[in-house]
């Protein structure tokens, strides 16, 4: 009996004494970055405007986590929540990187966007097929597996997920097409656009869900999303916002264009938010998969030129922004610094954000935040 007592007297102390260590280990956690996070930032020079956010990997820690906790206020997974990498096969999710970013967000206080439900890129081998046949599977087992995949995964972020892209550029860029001719498409016509959205709306109402696409200042291009969004829109399908991506460079959008796109979209009584904003130092369109321009063979280096083209149209892009505060409620930058862009490779080196590769402000972050 008595050695029973000690024993359990024991165990409390070592679980007393556990949970202190814990504590402290994730209060020095904390501490580690919060020192940073009360430097002013970003979200600060804006807290009256919009958020501003930042794509992340997994991997966010040391002086990346803090520089991303001093000027950030939301994040987007670049690729985490995505349908391949978060549903690999039909019956088997792989949470860990997508709950990594979202725990991330959950201790620091930030809001949490999510990207995205239906894209045509980067979905899983199985999603189209019937795995016996092989052959593409009917319009219902495609809608029906389509609603399975939005309701687990939006479930799943259910209260910390505020902001869905629930369907990713499904608009053609060539003029002469309307929507793009990818499997979705292919086995459902233009519906699974419109179930998309209610089957976010179904698993969590209270959540914002937006229509994304890039090359939205391409008056071609957006004149076919504005009509895509009003018949959804008066089919009171519930769509709540649209994502100009922003993949934009030194050379576009024109300040006209970009006003054009927020009225035009503003119009329909739709929030905008710009959700994946760089400024490509080469010229041309950067809209997700059409680089324009000579790829760069020598080493890169950013040059007095490119900066100065860049700080310009950083300075144009957040006047315009400021202007359209009541429009806009967010501003999302695509990785956090030049230290890694998704424009890389192709035989160049890119420099598309506003910190440099060593993490320090460039001279475009001062004509963003000097206003
Ligand atoms: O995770 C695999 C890894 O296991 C494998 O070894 C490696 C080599 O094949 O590939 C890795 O996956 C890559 C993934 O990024 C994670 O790094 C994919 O190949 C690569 O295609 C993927 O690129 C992403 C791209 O979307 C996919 O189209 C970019 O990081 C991401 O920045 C980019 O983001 C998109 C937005 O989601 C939508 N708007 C356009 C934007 C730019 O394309």
Redesign the pocket.
């Known amino acids: 009996m008595r050695n029973s007592i000690i024993a359990s007297a024991c165990l409390l102390s070592f679980i007393v004494l556990f949970n202190q260590c814990k504590s402290s280990l994730e209060s020095q956690g904390s501490t580690q970055t919060t020192g940073t996070a009360n430097k002013k930032g970003l979200k600060d020079y804006y807290r009256n405007y919009f958020s501003i956010g930042v794509a992340v990997t997994p991997r966010l820690r040391g002086e990346e986590a803090a520089l991303v906790l001093q000027h950030f206020n939301s994040l987007t997974a670049?690729?985490a929540m995505k349908m391949g990498p978060i549903h690999p096969q039909e019956n088997r999710y792989f949470w860990n990187d997508a709950d990594s970013i979202v725990d991330f967000a959950q201790r620091h206080g930030l809001k949490m966007r999510g990207?995205?439900l239906t894209w045509h890129?980067?979905t899983p081998g199985w999603l189209f097929k019937d795995s016996a046949s092989n052959t593409n599977v009917s319009k219902e087992v495609l809608l029906k597996r389509l609603k399975d995949h939005i309701t687990t995964v939006v479930n799943r972020y259910k209260g910390k997920v505020y902001a869905w892209d629930v369907v990713?550029e499904v608009i053609a860029d060539d003029s002469a097409t309307y929507f793009r001719k990818s499997p979705w498409y292919q086995i459902t016509g233009e519906d699974f656009v419109a179930k998309a959205f209610e089957y976010a709306h179904e698993a969590d109402p209270k959540a914002i869900l937006f229509y994304n696409d890039?090359n939205t200042e391409n008056p071609v291009k957006r004149e076919k999303i504005y009509r895509m969004l009003k018949k959804m829109l008066d089919a009171k399908v519930p769509v709540h916002g649209v994502g100009l991506?922003g993949?934009w460079s030194v050379n576009n959008p024109t300040r006209e264009e970009l006003e054009n796109s927020i009225k035009m979209f503003a119009s329909l009584g739709l929030q905008v938010q710009i959700t994946?904003l760089d400024v490509s130092v080469y010229g041309g369109r950067q809209g997700?998969q059409i680089i324009q321009g000579q790829a760069q063979r020598e080493a890169a280096v950013f040059t007095p030129e490119m900066e100065q083209k860049q700080l310009e149209k950083y300075k144009m892009i957040f006047e315009v922004f400021r202007k359209y505060k009541k429009e806009i409620t967010g501003v999302t930058f695509?990785n956090i610094s030049d230290r890694y862009s998704?424009l890389d490779g192709r035989g160049r080196k890119n420099f598309p954000l506003l910190f440099d590769q060593t993490l320090k402000p460039k001279k475009a972050y001062w004509e963003v935040v000097n206003f």
């Open positions: 670049e690729n990207h995205t890129t980067q990713n890039y991506q993949h994946e997700g695509w998704w």
